[in-house]
T-cell receptor
Framework: KQEVTQIPAALSVPEGENLVLNCSFTDSAIYNLQWFRQDPGKGLTSLLL???SQREQTSGRLNASLDKSSGRSTLYIAASQPGDSATYLCAAPIMDSNYQLIWGAGTKLIIKP | GAGVSQTPSNKVTEKGKYVELRCDPISGHTALYWYRQSLGQGPEFLIY????????DSGLPNDRFFAVRPEGSVSTLKIQRTERGDSAVYLC???????????FGPGTRLLVL
C-alpha cells in the first residue's frame, strides 16, 4: 500500500532564502510524482510532474527531484518570496495505477517579508 | 472554460438531507476525478471517470455516495442521507489523459449540521 509522508509539516523562513521540502513514498514502483500548491480556501495548483523515467523537473524558481530507489522527492524553491506562502503537497499513484493519487498531508510554508 | 469549475462553492445542509455537487471539467479532458479533503489532510481519492464510465469507484466510502458523468463532460457527485462526518471540501480534477497532470477546481465546501 502506497503511503506518502511530508516533512516538515510546517516551515517558516525569511524572504530570499532557498529551501527544500521533502516527500517520501513507500512504493517505488510509481508511474509519476506530482507536486501541488494549495492556497487557503482554494483548490490545488499543479506545480511539477515528474515521470518515473525522469530525475528532475524545473519550472522557474522551482526544481523537483525524484529518487525512486530511495523513495524520495524534494521540491527546491530558490530565492523565496512572500507570495510562495502556501501549503505544498506531493502525490504519487498507488500500486498498479497511473491515476489514483495518494497524497501527503502537506508542508505549510510561510515566507516572512 | 479556462479551468475546472465547481458549484456550489459552499453548501450547508442538515443531517439526513440529499446533496448534489457539480463539476465542469476542462473542455476536451476525458479523465475526471473526485477527491475529498478534510482539514489538515491531503485529498482522498473517491472516483475516477474515463469518458462516461466510472473506471474506478473504489474510493467511495459507502453506498450513500454516487457519481455520474452521463455525457462525458460535466459530473455530479451525489450524497444521500448526509452525515456530519461527510463535512469536507470536495475537489474535482480533470486531465487530458489518465497519466497526465490533474487540474483541480476550487472545491465545494460541504458542511453537514
Amino acid at each position: 500500500k502506497q503511503e506518502v509522508t511530508q516533512i516538515p509539516a510546517a516551515l517558516s523562513v525569511p524572504e530570499g532564502e532557498n529551501l527544500v521540502l521533502n516527500c517520501s513514498f513507500t512504493d517505488s514502483a510509481i508511474y509519476n510524482l506530482q507536486w501541488f500548491r494549495q492556497d487557503p480556501g482554494k483548490g490545488l495548483t499543479s506545480l511539477l510532474l515528474i515521470q518515473s523515467s525522469q530525475r528532475e523537473q524545473t519550472s522557474g524558481r522551482l526544481n523537483a527531484s525524484l529518487d525512486k530507489s530511495s523513495g524520495r522527492s524534494t521540491l527546491y524553491i530558490a530565492a523565496s518570496q512572500p507570495g510562495d506562502s502556501a501549503t505544498y503537497l506531493c502525490a504519487a499513484p498507488i500500486m498498479d495505477s497511473n491515476y489514483q493519487l495518494i497524497w501527503g498531508a502537506g508542508t505549510k510554508l510561510i515566507i516572512k517579508p | 472554460g479556462a479551468g475546472v469549475s465547481q458549484t456550489p462553492s459552499n453548501k450547508v445542509t442538515e443531517k439526513g438531507k440529499y446533496v448534489e455537487l457539480r463539476c465542469d471539467p476542462i473542455s476536451g479532458h476525458t479523465a475526471l476525478y473526485w477527491y475529498r479533503q478534510s482539514l489538515g489532510q491531503g485529498p482522498e481519492f473517491l472516483i475516477y471517470f474515463q469518458g462516461t464510465g466510472a473506471a474506478d469507484d473504489s474510493g467511495l466510502p459507502n453506498d450513500r455516495f454516487f457519481a455520474v458523468r452521463p455525457e462525458g463532460s460535466v459530473s455530479t457527485l451525489k450524497i444521500q442521507r448526509t452525515e456530519r462526518g461527510d463535512s469536507a471540501v470536495y475537489l474535482c480534477a480533470s486531465s487530458l489523459v489518465s497519466t497526465g497532470t490533474q487540474y483541480f477546481g476550487p472545491g465545494t465546501r460541504l458542511l453537514v449540521l
